[in-house]
Every structure is written in structure tokens, then in C-alpha cells.
């Protein structure tokens, strides 16, 4: 995939309909965790603060040219 194809998904109202979703897990995830509700277990909250960073890496995904 080339950068202009990388562009063209990226803007393409479909993966732009998922990167919408993704907001929305993401903040759910967010609201979870600054609300407490993953108190109780240092698991719980270092997976939800797992999840939130891969969403982060997902929804800051940019295009990189590693071809050699």
C-alpha cells in the first residue's frame, strides 16, 4: 500500500465509520477507568489501561513507507 492509498482508506467514509467506533469503545473505556469502576483489582485497571493504549496506537495509526 502506498501513500496515497493509505490516504484514500483512511478517508474512505467506511473506515471512517469505524474509526468512529473506536472513539466511542475507547472513551467507554476511559469513562471506566477515571470513574473508578475498575477499583478493586490492579489488574483490572492496568488491562483497562491496556486497551485504552491500543486503541490510542489503532486510532493514531499513520502511514509508513518501509519499503527498502
Not at 471512517?16 to 473506536?22: A, P, R, S
Not at 469502576?37 to 499513520?62: H, P
Request: no cysteine.
Amino acid at each position: 500500500m502506498n501513500k496515497e492509498e493509505f490516504g484514500a482508506w483512511r478517508t474512505d467514509p467506511i473506515t471512517e465509520q469505524v474509526f468512529g467506533i473506536l472513539r466511542e469503545v475507547r472513551a467507554h473505556h476511559v469513562e471506566r477507568l477515571t470513574s473508578g469502576q475498575t477499583v478493586g483489582a490492579e489488574t483490572d485497571t492496568a488491562k483497562t489501561v491496556g486497551i485504552i493504549q491500543a486503541f490510542d496506537y489503532l486510532l493514531n495509526i499513520d502511514y509508513e513507507d518501509n519499503i527498502a
